[in-house]
């Protein structure tokens, strides 16, 4: 599930040993590469606390959210498609969060490892025509489920996405919400962010990119699993 947004900047940035000089003074280029690095991170920060607010004006919610417990495993940064032609759910929230990936992970690019993430959970979700996909590189692997009469079903359902689009239908919405006290999908998210919640959400043409995903129960009936020259 999500990081919390409160990821302490101590230990990310490197300091002289022996030496009272602050890690953040102007290296041989002027520049100071210490600060420009808790600058960036400070930035994320404060950027998790707007981004679920353009949610439902966008007409996007979806999937998933990490639980109270957050994310309990590094993420590869590797993004992954899923789609599907609807997805019911009853006990949403969704907020905003970061994950984080390996030390030294390759795919870190200039992030620090990290990526700002929207969190989404449903207690309980079916989903119709279920898709995944992830691009390795010359090659997809494909996962399709849900295609029959039985639809794929998930408890506890959770996932991070960077973009999320469908056609969004909701019960009794609350939005604004301090994501610590949410109660629809007995999640609670970080204390301060900006969070919604509804008893109810329908969402027809789901597609997301996501980052991690995670479930109590998850069945996929009928499933496939390939590789692909396209993705979802």
Request: proline content about 4%.
């Given at each position: 599930?999500?990081?919390?947004p409160?990821?302490?900047?101590?230990?990310?940035?490197?300091?002289?040993?022996?030496?009272?000089?602050?890690?953040?003074?102007?290296n041989?280029?002027?520049?100071?590469?210490g600060?420009?690095?808790r600058?960036?991170?400070r930035?994320?920060?404060?950027?998790?606390?707007?981004?679920?607010?353009?949610?439902v004006?966008?007409?996007?919610?979806?999937l998933?959210?990490?639980?109270?417990?957050?994310?309990?495993?590094?993420?590869?940064?590797?993004?992954?498609?899923?789609?599907a032609t609807?997805?019911?759910?009853?006990?949403?929230?969704?907020?905003?969060?970061l994950?984080?990936m390996?030390?030294g992970?390759?795919?870190?690019?200039?992030?620090?490892?990290?990526?700002?993430?929207?969190t989404?959970?449903?207690?309980?979700?079916?989903?119709?025509?279920?898709?995944?996909?992830?691009?390795?590189?010359?090659?997809?692997?494909?996962?399709?489920?849900?295609?029959g009469?039985?639809?794929?079903?998930?408890?506890?359902?959770?996932?991070?996405?960077?973009?999320?689009?469908?056609?969004?239908a909701?019960?009794?919405?609350?939005?604004?919400?301090?994501?610590?006290?949410?109660?629809?999908a007995g999640?609670?998210?970080?204390?301060?962010?900006f969070?919604?919640q509804a008893?109810?959400?329908?969402?027809?043409?789901l597609?997301?990119?996501?980052?991690?995903t995670?479930?109590?129960?998850?069945?996929?009936?009928?499933l496939?699993l390939?590789?692909?020259?396209s993705?979802c």
């Amino acid at each position: 599930m999500a990081s919390s947004p409160d990821v302490p900047s101590t230990g990310n940035t490197p300091e002289n040993s022996g030496s009272d000089t602050p890690s953040d003074t102007p290296n041989a280029a002027g520049s100071t590469a210490g600060g420009e690095r808790r600058g960036r991170v400070r930035a994320r920060r404060a950027a998790v606390m707007a981004v679920p607010a353009t949610l439902v004006a966008a007409g996007l919610a979806v999937l998933t959210a990490q639980g109270a417990l957050g994310v309990q495993f590094a993420i590869s940064g590797m993004p992954f498609t899923v789609t599907a032609t609807e997805l019911n759910g009853t006990g949403f929230e969704q907020f905003g969060g970061l994950d984080n990936m390996a030390e030294g992970s390759p795919n870190a690019g200039d992030t620090g490892g990290q990526v700002l993430v929207v969190t989404s959970a449903i207690k309980q979700a079916t989903l119709t025509k279920l898709c995944q996909s992830v691009d390795l590189g010359g090659t997809n692997l494909l996962i399709t489920a849900g295609s029959g009469a039985e639809k794929v079903s998930a408890t506890d359902l959770t996932t991070d996405s960077t973009e999320l689009s469908g056609d969004a239908a909701f019960k009794n919405i609350e939005i604004g919400n301090d994501a610590s006290t949410l109660t629809k999908a007995g999640v609670k998210g970080p204390i301060g962010v900006f969070s919604q919640q509804a008893d109810t959400v329908r969402i027809a043409h789901l597609r997301q990119t996501n980052y991690a995903t995670t479930a109590g129960v998850f069945k996929l009936p009928g499933l496939k699993l390939r590789f692909s020259d396209s993705g979802c």
